[in-house]
């Protein structure tokens, strides 16, 4: 007769919990360490004032307009190391301040810094620049938005928000 072999009996799988441990520690101290910041209380968010708890009549805030145009749409020019990009050549844009239209970028920054020292009274009633609300038309480009925020960032504006769209006639131009 053959000889039956004898089954060993498995041995226990263990686990070895110090790694797990160390890791454990580890998302202790940065969340410890770490300071995350929150933008929820400082991002301004133009809510209806007139409903709601408030039983007091809301005064309504100046704010001054200023609205991007697109003159011109230009060529688009490929980018040469990234085929996803393009520069327009030929591209160009004006402004509105209120009712005014501004043909250029050195008259725009003027007229800034000239109403940024017209003050309005906050609900404190401490005299600050009036809010600034950008709006822009078909065809304006981010480049376009983000340099009339730096200009009137430079010109003092605190409350920059932005407006509605503006129509939506598209360039031809335009794939």
Not at 40 to 64: C, F, R, Y
Not at 144 to 171: H, M, Q, S, W
Request: proline share 7%.
């Amino acid at each position: 007769m053959a000889k039956k072999k004898k089954r060993k009996k498995p041995e226990p799988a263990e686990i070895d919990m110090t790694p797990m441990i160390d890791c454990t520690f580890q998302l202790i101290i940065f969340f410890l360490c770490c300071e995350f910041k929150t933008l929820e209380g400082k991002l301004s968010a133009n809510l209806p004032k007139d409903v709601g708890v408030n039983t007091t009549q809301a005064q309504p805030i100046e704010k001054l307009d200023l609205r991007i145009e697109n003159q011109e749409w230009g060529n688009k020019v490929p980018d040469r190391t990234d085929s996803r990009r393009f520069e327009l050549e030929g591209h160009r844009s004006f402004w509105y301040l209120g009712p005014t239209r501004v043909r250029s970028f050195p008259e725009l920054e003027q007229l800034l810094r000239k109403e940024v020292k017209a003050k309005v009274p906050d609900k404190t009633g401490k005299m600050k620049a009036r809010p600034l609300v950008l709006k822009s038309g078909p065809g304006v480009t981010y480049a376009d938005v983000t340099e009339v925020i730096d200009l009137a960032i430079d010109a003092g504006f605190e409350e920059i928000t932005f407006g509605g769209g503006e129509g939506t006639r598209k360039n031809p131009k335009a794939k």
